[in-house]
């Protein structure tokens, strides 16, 4: 079995992505920046978006937090995205979800240039996405999707499972592991809540992607024996013995999964940290106006 070290690959990448953010400005190019407009006080949406801007930093990005208190109304946050559409001094922007109930989060993600839209959410993004043309890629399936690519592990002709069809992992998973490409090429099925034999459909998997937000759903018996298992559960359990009080925990029981597969993410340090990588990945192509 072998760990899929998440953390270090970014770590990776991150050096990439500094090294060709020098050679732009060296050769008096503009440093790629990013904005991240962040509603309200989230636990989840503060940590996430300080480790973004966090990353910025590595990557040598500039970056701009704008920060709004949650009874910020629909028109002033999309004045704002409009402000930020029409700076030319900002490559791409994201907008933290989830946003408080009375704003639309559809409404604000059509708002925004499909060209600064680093998260990929835009319809534009998505549907140019699912024929195969340059779009911004949602983070987390590009995260995995580069996962196993840098471990060269094999899809083309596999049967890969996805437990989960939520818009920003689901879906554009699907996509991806689909089209006729390396990583891709594979046989993909999604599961979901009405799925019907979803535990005979994750025993057939070669690959099976966990994202349904359960945390220790996937258990031992549902695993092909030399199965790739990839873990994309965050979900916070209460933990009295955690200073933060709460574990991150991951939709497979690692410990009874993990002797099983061939090749398998830990949670924390698998998928998480190439999410914001992936970001930081898209970032560089909006700087370098890429998709257009
Ligand atoms: N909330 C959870 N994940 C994401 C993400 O990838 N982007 C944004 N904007 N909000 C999120």
Same mark, same amino acid.
């Given at each position: 079995?072998?760990?899929?070290?998440? $953390?270090?690959?970014?770590?990776?990448?991150?050096? /990439?992505?500094?090294?060709?953010?020098?050679?732009?400005?060296?050769?008096?190019?503009?440093?790629?920046?990013?904005?991240?407009?962040?509603?309200?006080?989230?636990?989840?949406?503060? =940590?996430?978006?300080?480790a973004?801007?966090?990353?910025?930093?590595?990557?040598?990005f500039?970056? =701009?937090? %704008?920060?709004?208190e949650?009874?910020?109304?629909? /028109?002033?946050?999309?004045?704002k995205?409009?402000?930020?559409?029409?700076?030319?001094?900002?490559d &791409?922007?994201?907008?933290?979800? *989830?946003?408080?109930?009375?704003?639309?989060?559809?409404?604000?993600?059509?708002?925004?240039?499909?060209?600064?839209?680093?998260?990929?959410?835009? *319809?534009?993004?998505?549907g140019?996405?699912?024929?195969?043309?340059?779009?911004?890629?949602? +983070?987390? *399936?590009?995260? %995995?999707?580069?996962?196993?690519?840098?471990?060269?592990?094999? =899809?083309?002709?596999?049967?890969?499972?996805?437990?989960?069809?939520s818009?920003?992992?689901?879906?554009?998973? !699907?996509?991806?592991?689909?089209?006729?490409?390396?990583? &891709?090429?594979?046989?993909?099925?999604?599961?979901?809540?009405?799925? @019907?034999?979803?535990?005979?459909?994750?025993?057939? +998997?070669?690959?099976?992607?966990?994202?349904?937000?359960?945390?220790?759903?996937v @258990?031992?018996?549902?695993?092909?024996?030399?199965?790739?298992?990839?873990?994309?559960?965050? =979900?916070?359990? *209460?933990?009295?013995?955690?200073?933060?009080?709460?574990?991150?925990t991951?939709?497979?029981?690692?410990?009874?999964?993990?002797? $099983?597969?061939?090749?398998?993410?830990?949670?924390? &340090? &698998?998928?998480?940290p190439?999410?914001?990588?992936?970001?930081? @990945?898209?970032?560089?192509? !909006?700087?370098?106006?890429?998709?257009?």
């Amino acid at each position: 079995m072998t760990l899929i070290d998440g $953390k270090a690959v970014s770590e990776q990448v991150k050096k /990439e992505i500094a090294a060709e953010v020098a050679d732009i400005v060296a050769k008096g190019g503009k440093r790629p920046h990013l904005a991240a407009i962040l509603v309200g006080h989230d636990g989840g949406s503060e =940590t996430y978006v300080a480790a973004k801007v966090k990353a910025c930093e590595v990557c040598g990005f500039k970056s =701009t937090l %704008i920060r709004y208190e949650s009874d910020v109304t629909e /028109e002033e946050l999309l004045a704002k995205v409009r402000e930020l559409n029409a700076d030319a001094d900002v490559d &791409g922007f994201i907008v933290q979800l *989830p946003l408080p109930p009375h704003i639309s989060e559809q409404k604000v993600i059509e708002t925004i240039d499909y060209r600064k839209d680093v998260d990929g959410f835009h *319809p534009i993004n998505v549907g140019r996405l699912s024929i195969g043309l340059p779009c911004y890629i949602s +983070a987390t *399936p590009n995260g %995995i999707m580069e996962l196993l690519r840098r471990y060269q592990i094999d =899809t083309r002709g596999k049967k890969c499972v996805i437990l989960g069809r939520s818009n920003i992992v689901g879906k554009p998973m !699907a996509m991806l592991m689909m089209q006729k490409a390396v990583p &891709g090429d594979a046989t993909v099925t999604v599961c979901h809540s009405r799925s @019907k034999d979803l535990v005979r459909e994750c025993q057939e +998997a070669d690959i099976l992607i966990a994202a349904m937000g359960q945390p220790n759903f996937v @258990k031992a018996d549902m695993v092909k024996e030399g199965a790739v298992v990839i873990d994309v559960g965050t =979900t916070r359990v *209460p933990d009295a013995f955690k200073k933060s009080g709460f574990k991150l925990t991951g939709d497979v029981k690692f410990d009874e999964v993990a002797p $099983k597969c061939s090749y398998i993410t830990p949670v924390p &340090g &698998g998928v998480g940290p190439m999410t914001i990588v992936s970001l930081m @990945k898209n970032t560089l192509l !909006a700087g370098k106006k890429a998709i257009y």
